[in-house]
């Protein structure tokens, strides 16, 4: 049967808004490779803030590390909020750290520093900002942990509208797999070394299990994080043309809110051409732009892509779209 827990360390109503954030690739401190480190950007001043660290260790090994965020050490001590043992060597840790106080608006560096000649494997880091925005409401259940399964293990969940979920395959052959209430498999997820994060929307309920003929293989859910919304209408129009190599761009507001960021991003064939940041978009208000390109000489015609996203507090809205000349 399943062992350790996903403990509930923040719910309750907040007016505004939730944005989250992870890092799931798997990190290997050590001597040899003795720090990771993590960019974010944050859009504007939040009300509350968590950085969520789990790692794996050694069970008998205490490590030794310092946490930083940017200029400023959070911390030199390990001390795990919970800990479950994966078997009678290893250990997954997790810490929740509120540095509500220390974050602002802008871009900011998170860094584990961890010089050993034992490993410290960092599994997920979640960043959990929340915005006082105009016209929005959530309701919200945020969990952390490790819950570990073996094969032939199913694990449920009661959700909310939004879910985000952390999970990891540690298995040689097995496949975890996510299904609704009504036993549909919604998702798979393959053996790796690394973390998945996988989002779900509009599912009362779903059950994950490990299918495997190892007796050894086994699943972990290290984070779930469970968001109710309510938000007023957000969208805003796109038109575009190309004429001697120049993209007219025409948005315009449509949300019943103004936006505080319109970020603009074109690309052509992958390549990014052109970046523009507008900010206070008013209800109705409008952006034409003229952007210059260069057209590469070829045969095929080029794939020009333009994403627009409308940023108000936590909350994006993106549009994409696609140009032919």
């Known amino acids: 049967m399943p062992k350790g827990e996903l403990a509930i360390f923040d719910e309750g109503d907040f007016e505004g808004s939730i944005d989250y954030q992870s890092f799931t690739k798997s990190i290997k401190l050590s001597n040899i490779n003795k720090e990771a480190s993590f960019s974010i950007d944050i859009a504007s001043k939040p009300t509350k803030f968590y950085l969520i660290i789990q790692a ?8 030794r590390w310092r946490l ?11 001390k795990p909020n919970l800990e479950t043992e994966i078997n009678d ?22 860094a584990v520093y961890h010089p050993s000649i034992q490993v410290l494997e960092l599994l997920n880091i979640s960043l959990i900002s929340f915005y006082r925005t105009e016209g929005f409401s959530t309701k919200y259940r945020l969990s952390a942990g490790s819950l570990i399964f073996n094969r032939n293990d199913s694990v449920s969940f009661h959700l909310m509208k939004k879910s985000y979920f952390v999970i990891r395959n540690e298995s040689k052959e ?3 797999k996510i299904s609704d209430i009504d036993g549909k498999t919604i ?15 509009n599912n009362d309920a779903i059950t994950t299990t490990l299918q495997s003929n190892n007796e050894k293989d086994y699943g972990v ?11 007023p209408k957000i969208n805003f129009s796109v038109d575009s043309k190309v004429s001697d190599n120049i993209i007219y761009l025409y948005l315009k507001n449509e949300s019943e809110i103004s ?11 992958g390549v990014p051409a052109h970046f523009k940041t507008f900010t206070n978009i008013d209800v109705s208000s409008t952006i034409d732009l003229k952007l210059p390109i260069s057209v590469p000489q070829s045969k095929k015609a080029p794939i020009i892509n333009v994403r627009v996203v409308g940023v108000k507090g936590g909350y994006r809205k993106i549009i994409d779209k696609q140009i032919s000349l």
Request: net charge negative; no cysteine.
């Open 56 to 63: 794996k260790r050694e069970k008998t090994y205490l490590p």
């Open 68 to 78: 930083w965020f940017d200029n400023f050490s959070l911390t030199k001590e390990f």
């Open 89 to 110: 060597a290893q250990v997954i840790s997790t810490i929740v750290y509120d540095i509500t106080p220390i974050i602002k608006e802008g871009k900011h560096q998170i």
């Open 174 to 176: 097995g496949m975890v």
């Open 187 to 201: 998702y798979t997820i393959l053996p790796s070394s690394d973390s998945d994060e996988i989002e779900i929307e």
């Open 221 to 231: 859910i290290l984070a779930s994080y469970n968001l109710l919304e309510k938000a």
């Open 259 to 269: 936006l505080d960021k319109l970020l603009i991003n074109v690309m052509i064939n």
